[in-house]
């Protein structure tokens, strides 16, 4: 049986392909509004769908963000669902953002959920949240290696809050967000081009230096637009590892829909200043 090519090697392809921009599908009540679409499963299937077709053929990789879709209940699920395999068939890498995380055994079925292949919901990545303890996600790793797809693990993230968790240093002097990263180096260990297990570290975090960001995998880095940070500080904030950055906007590039031209426009955009800072740096 041959292995499935893993997603860190099909991340690496894309992001040296198409950039390595990352758009949310984000769709907010706000936003569907600002679209002229109400505020019901008709205007979420209009928003996910234009997005999908808009950028699906360019970007390296969609994020939709599962919350936004839940909210619709089972309508809902049906719409994300069909966001993810049109992307997918179109030729973007899906990152689905549920950020799950629980014991190991029940952890086993979110990871089924979105990691086995023949899911619907299946993703090409899930992001997972590590705080009932790194090892609770064994078995989202364990899928993942096996289905050919990847983890994003909230190690630093974006917002403001986080850092009463993150930051806490532990008995052995090590913080708990260094911690993770360290978990996700040996998880990576040997994976070239890049790993499959990504760390999610906000760009709106500043100084980093004090952490070490070459864990051998992607950093998804949310924050740019719409949370105050900018493309051109992702060189100050990630240093060397900038390389493997993949940086995540969302409502920033959303509030320029619905025409398609524009939302093409606005992600270009954001490449483009994504590509000059990160060459610069
Ligand atoms: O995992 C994430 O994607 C994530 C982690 C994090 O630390 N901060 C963060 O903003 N996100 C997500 O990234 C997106 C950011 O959206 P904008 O602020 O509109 O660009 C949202 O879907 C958030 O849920």
Redesign the pocket.
Known sequence: MTLPEPFGARLRRAMDERGPLCV?I?PHASLLAEWGLDDDIAGLERFSRTVVEALADRVAVL?P?SAFFERFGSRGLAVLEKSVQEARAAGALVVT?A?RGDIGSTMAAYAEAFLRPDAPLFSDAL?VSPYLGYGSLSPAVALARESGAGL?V?AL???PE?GEVQHAVRADGRTVGATMLAHLAAENAGEEPLGSFGA?V?ATLGDLSSYDLDMGGPL?A??????GATPADLPRVFGAAVRNVVP?????V?RHGPDAQALRGAAERFATQIREAVTAG
């Not at 949310?222 to 949370?227: D, E, L």
């Not at 995540?248 to 920033?252: E, P, Q």
């Open positions: 949310g984000d994020k963000q953002d950020k992001t994003f909230l993230t974006s917002n986080g999610v906000g998804l949310p924050g740019i637009g719409a949370q995540n906007v969302s409502r920033g959303l």
